[in-house]
């Protein structure tokens, strides 16, 4: 069974700031998933990679299969950032579905 | 591209009654997956389906059930409802089965049992 780590839980920044999000993860996996949830909303995913660093705007995501670990940056925060984040790996087994969700991470950022 | 629709978006249901789900994936999925997530934590899985047959199952009471149709949309019912089932209830479509396919998130039911 794969156990999905994140770090930190709750993160609050100043709108501007460079944010990093860490996701560790125990089985090796050919794709991690990172989500995002803002409150009371439903999920939406914002990357799924297998190697390297994808960008979207002002995220950025890499991965490293050999750590078996993940980031989410997101550079010149803003307000509207604020949400839950969630990196989601496969489950190669068990009664849990395809994805192993981590705890999430909830983001804070102040105007 | 419609993207994966959920209805209804809210629900208030009374204790024992009875509940159904609707979710329609992204046109080209064949898989949709149920999750239930309470407030504050994580999302947890419940079902998934591919090509109308159930391909998992999580550790939920025989109260809730699904099915998909022939169009690949999917309903989720709940039997005898408890408290403790209000959440928001969110469903997933993929191409197929396996965590290394993309996945879409509906905007989720939002159901209140009182």
């Known amino acids: 069974k794969n156990e999905v780590e994140q770090s930190p839980q709750n993160l609050t920044a100043q709108e501007g700031e460079f944010i990093t999000i860490n996701c560790s993860y125990s089985?090796?996996?050919?794709?991690l998933h990172w989500l995002q949830q803002h409150p009371g909303g439903g999920i939406v995913s914002l990357f799924m990679l297998s190697s390297g660093k994808k960008k979207h705007g002002r995220l950025i995501a890499t991965i490293n299969i050999q750590e078996k670990h993940s980031s989410l940056h997101i550079t010149a925060s803003h307000p509207r950032d604020s949400a839950v984040y969630i990196c989601a790996a496969p489950n190669y087994g068990g009664s849990q579905g395809n994805l192993i969700f981590g705890k999430g991470t909830k983001l804070s950022v102040k105007p | 591209d419609a993207g994966v629709t959920q209805s209804p978006t809210h629900l208030i249901k009374t204790r024992g009654q009875h509940v159904t789900l609707r979710c329609s994936p992204i046109s080209g999925h064949k898989s949709v997956s149920w999750y239930q997530q309470v407030l504050g934590q994580g999302p947890q899985f419940i079902f998934q389906y591919y090509e109308k047959e159930e391909r998992g199952r999580g550790n939920f009471p025989d109260r809730f059930s699904a099915r998909q149709f022939p169009n690949y949309s999917s309903e989720l019912n709940v039997n005898a409802l408890l408290l403790g089932d209000s959440a928001l209830y969110l469903c997933?479509?993929?191409?197929?089965?396996?965590?290394?396919?993309?996945?879409?998130f509906g905007s989720g039911t939002r159901l209140t049992v009182v």
């Open positions: 997933a479509s993929s191409l197929a089965v396996g965590g290394d396919y993309g996945y879409t």
């Open positions: 089985v090796g996996i050919s794709a």
